[in-house]
């Protein structure tokens, strides 16, 4: 089992946690206690991150790792997130990899579920490492490599049945958000539109729900029946066509309306005419962490079998210079019929987005409607790396997913909302509008830009990841440079508690 009690199983290495006042945070075998109780009162003082290996005699655990917490009052279940991960990288460091024991803390603001479900996730996504095109493996390098899979042990038996149930979701959640960040770390030679929509195909024909899962993949000759303009404007100077990628999971009533999730898939992003700097080009194999983080999403909802419809679109295109390549003062007829004066290729993120939302909210009646794009520079600038960018049309659709944020601990924040001022900045002489609004409020003008586009007065909000899908050195849990996986777990814990909700 990967989840025991500690009266149970006995370990070769037991990991235990202890805050600063020195008591260690979940109950031990006497004899454990024993062994541990003079070096709390020495050298070990409970630091956060701290560490002590301790080596007994004469009993069955050969080793006890003792890691400080810090402050108990300020724990939480990020705090449980960021622990573990800091106890695969202690073991990592010293080479233990088999026959672990973690004893989870206990504490009675968390219930066993919520502890054990956080362990599992930290465990999980921590492991990440993306060593696929390496090949100087040698043997002797082997600890760096190998997953470790300690098994999580509760102090107390009847605690048990909960925490199996917490490390389940855990577990579920965390295979989750490495699907998408390894999407994510693809280089563009390793995945395109094409490869994208073969991955989406792929997960959901693995997954426990495939019978309630449909797939439909458009190549440009879909994409030209229904006059998707702007995807097919942005994809025509690739030699690797474009893709719109439909999945939709029925895991609610029939009469139930979707929670539908718009992801960006521009799966390399040269700018296209409006070429980037070399250096600005070196990550933009990530453009597409939007998709990834939509299709991640469903693969938890559809992993964790939730009673809710949920639909995954996906407008997929490479954004190339070449001969084909639309031009700067090109003007695309959109699949609403709108027309767009192209000044920026480089913002063509909005042009594959505005294509997908007029078919979330005219081919469907959704409950709401969330798009995920690494769309500005100008989001990134404002927030870094510590927050998402939202923007959203309904204040109840808002607050539902800041109440998700507080829950996953992956952070927002609003983006000015100021019409009157923002909108006339995308008013084009010669079209409808054009892709950019000019030097300031970059994160506003393209936000508006993608709300043109969204029909029907449907509650919709719009997720600019672009400064925190990509972490330029780990942060908390996320142990390597590269993918961060935010916001999928926000956008899972977003669809699964508003199954029913009203956003009108």
Same mark, same amino acid.
């Not at 460091?93 to 968390?110: A, C, D, E, Q, R």
């Given at each position: 089992?990967?989840?025991s009690?500690?009266?149970?199983?006995?370990?070769?290495?037991?990991?235990?946690?202890?805050d600063?006042?020195?008591?260690?945070?979940?109950?031990?075998?006497?004899?454990?206690?024993?062994?541990?109780?003079?070096?709390?009162g020495?050298?070990?003082?409970?630091?956060l991150?701290?560490?002590?290996?301790?080596?007994?005699?004469?009993?069955?655990?050969?080793?006890?790792v003792?890691?400080?917490?810090?402050?108990?009052n300020?724990?939480?279940?990020?705090?449980?997130?960021?622990?573990?991960?800091?106890?695969?990288a202690?073991?990592r460091?010293?080479?233990? *990899?088999?026959?672990?024991?973690?004893?989870?803390?206990?504490?009675?603001?968390?219930s066993?579920?919520?502890?054990?479900?956080?362990?599992?996730?930290?465990?999980?996504?921590?492991?990440?490492?993306?060593?696929?095109?390496? *090949?100087?493996?040698?043997?002797?390098?082997? @600890?760096?490599?190998?997953?470790?899979?300690?098994?999580?042990?509760?102090?107390?038996?009847?605690?048990?049945?909960?925490?199996?149930?917490?490390?389940?979701?855990?577990?579920k959640?965390?295979?989750g958000?490495?699907?998408?960040?390894?999407?994510?770390?693809?280089? =563009?030679?390793?995945?395109?539109?094409?490869?994208?929509?073969?991955?989406?195909?792929?997960?959901?024909s693995?997954?426990?729900?495939?019978?309630k899962?449909?797939?439909?993949?458009w190549t440009?000759?879909?994409?030209?029946?229904?006059?998707?303009?702007?995807?097919?404007?942005?994809?025509?100077?690739?030699?690797?066509?474009?893709?719109?990628?439909?999945?939709?999971?029925?895991g609610?009533?029939?009469?139930?309306?979707?929670?539908?999730?718009v992801?960006?898939?521009?799966t390399f992003?040269?700018?296209?005419?409006?070429?980037?700097?070399?250096?600005?080009?070196?990550?933009?194999?990530?453009?597409?962490?939007?998709?990834a983080?939509?299709l991640?999403a469903?693969?938890?909802?559809?992993d964790?079998?939730?009673?809710?419809?949920?639909?995954?679109?996906v407008?997929?295109?490479?954004?190339?210079?070449?001969?084909?390549?639309?031009?700067?003062?090109?003007?695309l007829?959109?699949?609403?019929?709108?027309?767009?004066?192209v000044?920026?290729?480089?913002?063509?993120?909005?042009?594959?987005?505005?294509? @997908?939302?007029?078919?979330?909210t005219?081919?469907y009646?959704?409950?709401c409607?969330?798009?995920?794009?690494t769309? *500005?520079? @100008?989001?990134?600038?404002?927030v =870094?790396?510590?927050?998402? =960018?939202?923007?959203?049309? %309904?204040k109840?659709?808002m607050?539902?997913?800041?109440?998700?944020?507080e829950?996953?601990?992956?952070?927002?924040?609003?983006?000015?909302?100021?019409?009157?001022?923002?909108?006339?900045?995308?008013?084009?002489?010669?079209?409808?509008v054009k892709?950019?609004g000019?030097?300031y409020?970059?994160?506003?003008?393209?936000?508006?830009?993608?709300?043109?586009?969204?029909?029907?007065?449907?509650?919709?909000?719009?997720?600019?990841i672009?400064?925190?899908?990509?972490?330029? %050195?780990?942060?908390?849990?996320?142990?390597?440079?590269?993918?961060?996986?935010?916001?999928?777990r926000?956008l899972a814990?977003?669809?699964?508690?508003?199954?029913? %909700?009203?956003?009108n």
């Open positions: 089992m990967p989840i009690s500690l009266s149970s199983k006995t370990p070769e290495t037991l990991v235990l946690f202890v600063d006042t020195r008591k260690p945070l979940s109950k031990t075998s006497d004899e454990v206690s024993q062994i541990i109780k003079s070096s709390l020495l050298d070990f003082k409970g630091k991150k701290e560490v002590l290996i301790l080596y007994p005699q004469n009993l069955s655990v050969k080793r006890v003792l890691i400080g917490c810090g402050m108990p300020k724990l939480n279940l990020q705090s449980f997130r960021n622990l573990a991960a800091h106890s695969i202690v073991l460091t010293w080479g233990i *990899t088999k026959n672990i024991g973690i004893l989870l803390p206990s504490l009675k603001k968390f066993a579920s919520q502890i054990a479900q956080s362990f599992q996730e930290g465990i999980e996504i921590s492991q990440l490492n993306f060593f696929e095109f390496k *090949t100087d493996r040698k043997p002797e390098d082997k @600890a760096r490599f190998e997953k470790i899979s300690p098994e999580l042990l509760v102090a107390e038996a009847k605690d048990l049945k909960s925490a199996q149930g917490g490390y389940q979701r855990g577990l959640i965390g295979e958000v490495n699907f998408g960040r390894t999407l994510i770390m693809l280089p =563009g030679s390793h995945l395109n539109p094409a490869g994208l929509a073969e991955a989406a195909k792929k997960m959901a693995q997954s426990v729900s495939k019978s899962i449909k797939v439909d993949i440009e000759k879909e994409l030209a029946k229904h006059k998707f303009g702007g995807i097919l404007g942005v994809g025509q100077g690739s030699s690797s066509p474009p893709r719109f990628i439909i999945m939709e999971y029925h609610g009533k029939k009469s139930d309306a979707p929670i539908i999730l992801g960006k898939g521009i992003d040269s700018g296209g005419l409006s070429l980037k700097q070399p250096a600005s080009m070196e990550t933009m194999k990530y453009d597409m962490a939007g998709s983080s939509v991640s469903f693969k938890i909802i559809a964790l079998q939730v009673k809710v419809n949920l639909v995954a679109l407008p997929s295109a490479e954004n190339m210079p070449s001969g084909t390549a639309i031009r700067p003062g090109d003007v007829t959109m699949a609403s019929g709108k027309t767009v004066e000044l920026n290729t480089d913002a063509e993120g909005r042009l594959v987005l505005a294509d @997908a939302l007029f078919w979330a005219t081919k009646k959704p409950r409607v969330i798009d995920v794009a769309l *500005t520079g @100008a989001c990134a600038a404002a =870094g790396e510590a927050a998402l =960018g939202v923007f959203s049309n %309904s109840k659709l607050a539902s997913i800041a109440k998700a944020s829950a996953t601990h992956e952070n927002i924040w609003p983006l000015p909302d100021f019409p009157e001022h923002y909108a006339p900045m995308i008013k084009s002489d010669i079209a409808d892709n950019v000019g030097k409020a970059g994160a506003s003008t393209a936000s508006l830009f993608l709300q043109y586009f969204v029909e029907n007065n449907i509650p919709w909000a719009h997720f600019d672009a400064g925190c899908g990509w972490y330029d %050195s780990p942060r908390e849990f996320v142990s390597s440079r590269g993918a961060s996986g935010i916001p999928i926000l814990e977003f669809v699964e508690h508003n199954s029913a %909700s009203k956003f």
